[in-house]
């Protein structure tokens, strides 16, 4: 029997799985968002921040100036929000 939440076309339902922002968990169970929607699930507006994704112990991929570029998910996936005003200096 078909869910509300199936679609024709889904073989099965999607696995939530746990990403990382700015070190908080958030669960997902999309494998593709924008770069944009990920920043919205840390409450982050992309016209304030820019993601970036850490890959392995040294490589980040920036998004800079790239908020509606589609952003492959695995469980695990690390990111970080940085932001784009300038910092204050005292």
């Known amino acids: 029997m078909a869910t509300e939440t199936e679609t024709p076309d889904a073989k099965k339902p999607s696995k939530m799985f746990e990403i990382t922002i700015d070190g908080k968990p958030y669960e997902v169970s999309e494998k593709e968002l924008t770069a944009a ?26 998004y800079k100036g790239k908020p509606d570029e589609e ?20």
């Open 37 to 62: 929607q990920i920043l919205g699930l840390a409450s982050k507006s992309a016209s304030e921040y820019y993601l970036v994704e850490l890959q392995g112990k040294k490589e980040r991929i920036s």
């Open 71 to 90: 952003v492959k998910l695995h469980p695990g996936s690390k990111f970080i929000t940085v932001s784009t005003g300038e910092t204050p200096v005292s």
